[in-house]
């Protein structure tokens, strides 16, 4: 079980700026796909970001050019800057550590470790 710690969200109005960290207990330089997810009011959670251990980011259509996902592997700290915010990013946006499951062959979001999530509220 892997502790994961968001922070950073609030409210922004649309065109504005915000910089989300999630501090974990794991050694992050050794998990492959962890990154963000988000879940809208009355949506269900979807990916908004990931990273595999070679650092190289993977985007949501809808956030790509706007959002970017990084990490500072000596602080164990993931981070998203989110950029041109629109109020269809309003949600809670949560951290994810994936575990590779075995069956689907696949690393899975939903059966891994997640943080309790941070708000963002994109509104005038």
């Known amino acids: 079980q892997v502790q994961l710690v968001e922070s950073g969200g609030g409210l922004v109005q649309p065109g504005g700026s915000l910089r989300l960290s999630c501090a974990a207990s794991?050694?992050?330089?050794?998990?492959?796909?962890m990154g963000w997810y988000r879940r809208a009011p009355g949506k269900e959670r979807e990916l908004v970001a990931t990273?595999?251990?070679?650092?190289?980011?993977n985007y949501a259509q809808s956030v790509k050019g706007r959002f970017t996902i990084s990490r500072d592997i000596a602080k164990n700290t993931i981070y998203l800057q989110m950029n041109s915010l629109k109020p269809e990013d309003t949600a809670v946006y949560y951290c994810?550590?994936?575990?590779?499951?075995?069956?689907?062959?696949?690393?899975?979001?939903?059966?891994?470790?997640w943080g309790r999530g941070t708000q963002v509220t994109v509104s005038s």
């Open positions: 794991v050694i992050i330089r050794d998990i492959n796909h």
């Open positions: 994810n550590v994936p575990i590779f499951d075995l069956y689907s062959s696949n690393y899975s979001a939903d059966l891994g470790s």
């Open positions: 990273i595999t251990t070679g650092g190289i980011p």
